[in-house]
């Protein structure tokens, strides 16, 4: 009886273990890696190794920017090739209150708007994004992690409207946790690849969710930026371990992530 229970207790232990292991649609952990503001830099620096990789990403739009309104073509090539598009607003407006944001100007300063003008212009920028790639579901990026215009909470707004949205709030999140509306990310700004991959490896271990959130790849950014050679390198590895990382876009994790809750509910 003793031998029996104790190898009953061993199945038991190896399953859970097996279970924690897969919890990311068969994987250990899932990356979400993610590119602001519809920079001309994620068509040409980006896009070429990811496809190469037969790695998909969400890509947040700001779709009064240059790099949206003269590429349009080819965003609607991106999506057909199982990238998302994201919602990143029209203008990409931030409170200009906050420290540090001197760079922000009146007519984008979000201290100065209603709700009513935010939602507007978030609404605009989904009927625009559903014209170039056909889709009525996708998720959004808060701009520059902010949640308010004026005295106005947009928050609980947002989360009707979207899937998913990612802030800029530093860190990973378990299954169990992840707050989709304002999942947490990983910043990257003059990273190394090393540094990079650190933090996936982190993420393995611990059996998170990482969203890497990338501005300038090899330039495209007045400030924020990440060398060509430290992207790559962790495209490459994540490339590597496959099986390990469940890499895909946003809106795919989110879906997962709700699935999984309301079948465990």
Partial sequence: MRKILILTLSLLTAFC??????????????????????????????????????????????????GFEQRIQDWRVASYEGHELGNHTLFHPCDGSQPGREWVTKEKDLSLWSKARFLGNVEITNVTLEAVDGKKRRTFAYTCGDTKAGDESFLEDITEMFPAARGVNWGTESLEEANLSRLKTISVMDNTAEELIAQVDQAIAQHQLLVFLFHGVGGGHDSINVSQAAHDGLIQYLAQHRHEVWIAPMIEVADYIKNVRSTTE
Avoid: C, Q
Avoid at 22 to 39: C, E, I, P, Q, S
Avoid at 49 to 58: E, I, K, N, P, S
């Fill in 17 to 66: 273990s097996l279970a924690a292991d897969d919890d990311w649609n068969g994987r250990k952990a899932a990356v979400v890696l993610t590119y602001d503001d519809a920079l001309s830099v994620h068509l040409d620096h980006v896009l070429p190794v990811l496809d190469a990789y037969g790695m998909r990403a969400t890509f947040y739009l700001t779709i009064s920017s240059e």
